[in-house]
């Protein structure tokens, strides 16, 4: 399994709300922004994971 499925499926895990119970809830404490970047930076994986960049 290569770094960057892990590293994608962690941040999918991330975003859904996943780790909820440990950092208390979905974006807590990000605010809109901080959500906003998770999902470009989940964007961009998939997109260099696709092409085979990682």
Same mark, same amino acid.
């Given at each position: *399994?290569? @770094?960057?499925? @892990?590293? &994608?499926? %962690?941040? %999918?895990?991330?975003?859904? +709300?996943?780790?909820? +119970?440990?950092?208390?809830?979905? +974006?807590?404490? !990000?605010?809109?922004?901080? *959500?906003? %970047?998770? +999902?470009?930076?989940? &964007?961009?994986? %998939? @997109? !260099?994971?696709?092409?085979?960049? @990682?």
């Amino acid at each position: *399994m290569s @770094i960057g499925l @892990i590293l &994608v499926i %962690i941040l %999918i895990i991330f975003l859904l +709300g996943g780790f909820s +119970g440990r950092f208390g809830g979905y +974006g807590y404490g !990000l605010g809109h922004g901080g *959500m906003g %970047i998770g +999902g470009t930076l989940l &964007v961009i994986l %998939i @997109i !260099l994971l696709l092409l085979g960049k @990682i």
